[in-house]
């Protein structure tokens, strides 16, 4: 499994930006799709970005899309990234990373996540 640390939450207004990052650890990074995904006080964790083990394949939640972009650095540092644009108090959540092995049908594993909170 790889191991994943997020980093770059904090405070910002809304409208505002925030760039969070996720390292991961491991040569097989490259093997694995990677997510984001956010869950709010009282509210279930829900799916945000995902790409592609190839970093060619990108999908977004609606309330999200045209805002955020997520990215990928395979070769580097093995990060992932997500930009997050044209913030609103509705995005205040813990976020966090995921990673899914290739052929595999759900997440293997998790970061501890990172909070984001979008003041009015």
């Known amino acids: 499994q790889v191991q994943l640390v997020e980093s770059g939450g904090g405070l910002v207004q809304a409208g505002g930006s925030l760039r969070l990052s996720c390292a991961a650890s491991?040569?097989?990074?490259?093997?694995?799709?990677m997510g984001w995904f956010r869950q709010a006080p009282g509210k279930e964790r829900e799916f945000v970005a995902v790409?592609?083990?190839?970093?060619?394949?990108?999908?977004y939640a609606d309330s999200v899309k045209g805002r955020f972009t997520i990215s990928r650095d395979s070769v580097t540092n093995y990060r992932v990234y997500l930009q997050m644009n044209t913030l609103k108090p509705e995005d205040t959540a813990i976020y966090y990373c995921?990673?899914?092995?290739?052929?595999?049908?759900?997440?293997?594993?998790w970061g501890q996540g990172t909070q984001v909170t979008v003041s009015t």
């Open positions: 995921a990673a899914q092995a290739i052929g595999a049908t759900k997440w293997n594993s």
């Open positions: 491991g040569r097989t990074f490259r093997r694995y799709a």
């Open positions: 790409i592609s083990w190839s970093g060619g394949s990108t999908d």
